[in-house]
């Protein structure tokens, strides 16, 4: 897949699995480890002169940060982590903010899945995919997509309209860590991470009404308006 220019604030649908759609995430400490890599790496500094402290046993609200504040390459608007990819909904802040973050992402997040589990070579199945999102409509729908994805571990049967328990699925993804959903319905998971205020403003929404919004989106489900921008 061709890759798009990536342009200031503009927003990309950005995409990566597993070589061989291997397990890119073997347990809680290597998804704590991403999603620590997801704020730390947000940053116009070098990742080499960044300083980097991880503690698994962290509270669940915070990445700890004890370094002078940092400058955003890129608005992180919605991320999920499944077990074999993850997507992310990016909004370029700087020039080439995308293509540093993704490369220090890929490379840092690599290393160190590598070094912990003694293995070598690629982690990933070759560069991120990424597509720009250049209608409105589209940008409505993507979050609750990307939301949704958990629901493949618990539920698999929504993405063909089959779901029938909404309350449980609701649930299940209240209760899903690894996703920005939780913040996005005030549920304090991970909120340095993100930029939901944009997404918010666009739905002219609040933390109750994003999680209607989403129930009523899985009760009427129609991939088809966003499949252009759908990278699996």
């Known amino acids: 897949m061709q890759k798009p220019a990536f342009v200031e604030n503009e927003v990309y649908h950005i995409y990566n699995r597993g070589v061989e759609k291997r397990s890119i995430f073997e347990d809680d ?3 704590f480890r991403f999603i620590h890599d997801l704020f730390e790496f947000n940053d116009q ?3 080499a002169n960044m300083y980097y402290h991880f503690n698994q046993q962290l509270p669940k609200t915070e990445p700890r940060n004890k370094k002078s504040p940092r400058k955003l390459i890129v608005d992180i608007l919605a991320f999920c982590l499944m077990p074999n990819h993850y997507h992310l909904l990016l909004k370029q ?3 080439n903010g995308i293509v540093n973050f993704m490369k220090k992402m890929g490379t840092g997040y690599a290393m160190y899945f590598n070094q912990k589990y003694q293995r070598v070579g690629p982690l990933f199945q070759g560069r991120f995919k990424a597509v720009l999102v250049n209608r409105d409509s589209h940008l409505l729908y993507l979050p609750h997509y990307i939301h949704l994805n958990p629901l493949d ?4 049967e929504w993405r063909d309209k089959k779901l029938r328990n909404h309350k449980s699925a609701l649930k299940f993804l209240e209760n899903y860590r690894w996703s920005s959903f939780p913040d996005y319905v005030g549920i304090k998971n991970f909120p340095s991470v993100t930029n939901r205020e944009f997404i918010l403003k666009l739905l002219g929404e609040k933390t109750d009404d994003y999680k209607k919004d989403i129930v009523a989106y899985l009760k009427n489900l ?4 966003i499949d252009n921008y759908l990278l699996e």
């Open 153 to 156: 571990l618990f539920m698999p």
């Open 29 to 31: 400490a290597d998804r």
């Open 45 to 47: 500094r070098p990742a």
């Open 93 to 95: 802040k700087t020039k």
């Open 222 to 225: 129609n991939l088809d308006s």
